[in-house]
């Protein structure tokens, strides 16, 4: 059984956005390993950007920079 972790920051990714990447890597599994979709499981995680670090510095404030 496939498990596949998907971790994104929380900003605003549509329901429609998140089904697509389900639909995505359960199929790239699917081509690429001839897995059984039924049996391939896909978890969304979304972080808070607070809890988000790049390069030593948190996204939030990276975001922010980078807006203003």
């Known amino acids: ?11 605003g990714a549509t329901r ?6 389900i639909h995505g890597a359960t199929q790239l ?3 690429v390993l001839g897995k059984n979709p039924a049996t391939t499981v ?5 972080v808070d950007t607070d809890n988000w ?3 030593g510095e948190c996204v939030t404030e990276l ?3 980078e807006s203003g």
Not at 1 to 11: A, D, K
Request: aromatic letters at 4%; zero cysteines.
């Open 1 to 11: 059984m496939p498990y596949v972790n998907i971790r994104i920051t929380r900003e």
């Open 16 to 21: 429609e956005q998140k089904e697509r990447l």
């Open 29 to 31: 599994l699917v081509d």
């Open 42 to 46: 896909v978890v969304i995680d979304e």
């Open 53 to 55: 670090g790049i390069g």
């Open 63 to 65: 975001r922010a920079r």
